[in-house]
């Protein structure tokens, strides 16, 4: 079991979904993943998401891996045009938010990582055969961002 929790870029559409998109290396670019649209050269890649909250330009999502590709919750985020808070490898040009708090800007701006977390982490143990489940809370630089955008929705 897998759980995350990323903040994207943009207002997704729905408040839940699928994303069945196969991924595999970019040829142009060894260190980077892609989704194959035609689904030749790439492995399959299921994420499932859900909206937790959304901010406006920004959107809190839950993501539930069903297969485990490399960056796959990058790069499947990043397919629907919805890029990683803070992800310099798989982001794409923005235009300047208008109209920003100064104070979110500056985190956002301050951010020295990608605003994904691993929420919930679980496995069948391999000896005892228990099920073994782990959660964390978000680290505090990522709290900060969250709890700004919360009291600038108030």
């Excluded at 079991?1 to 991924?23: F, H, M, T």
């Excluded at 803070?86 to 300047?96: F, N």
């Excluded at 099920?131 to 929705?153: G, H, V």
């Amino acid at each position: 079991q897998r759980e995350y929790y990323a903040l994207v870029w943009g207002d997704i559409k729905n408040d839940s979904g699928e994303i069945n998109a196969p991924i595999g290396r970019n040829p142009k670019n060894r260190l980077q993943m892609i989704v194959y649209k035609d689904r030749e050269g790439g492995k399959e890649a299921i994420t499932n998401y859900k909206v937790i909250k959304r901010f406006g330009y920004v959107t809190l999502v839950s993501c539930k891996l069903k297969t485990g590709r490399t960056h796959q919750i990058r790069v499947h985020m990043s397919y629907k045009g919805n890029n990683i808070l803070g992800d310099s490898k798989y982001k794409k040009k923005y235009k300047k938010i208008k109209n920003i708090n100064p104070k979110l800007e500056n985190l956002i701006l301050k951010l020295n990582r990608q605003f994904l977390h691993a929420k919930t982490l679980g496995f069948v143990h391999p000896v005892n055969g228990k099920n073994l489940e782990f959660s964390s809370i978000l680290p505090q630089e990522l709290e900060k961002i969250l709890k700004t955008l919360r009291n600038i929705a108030k």
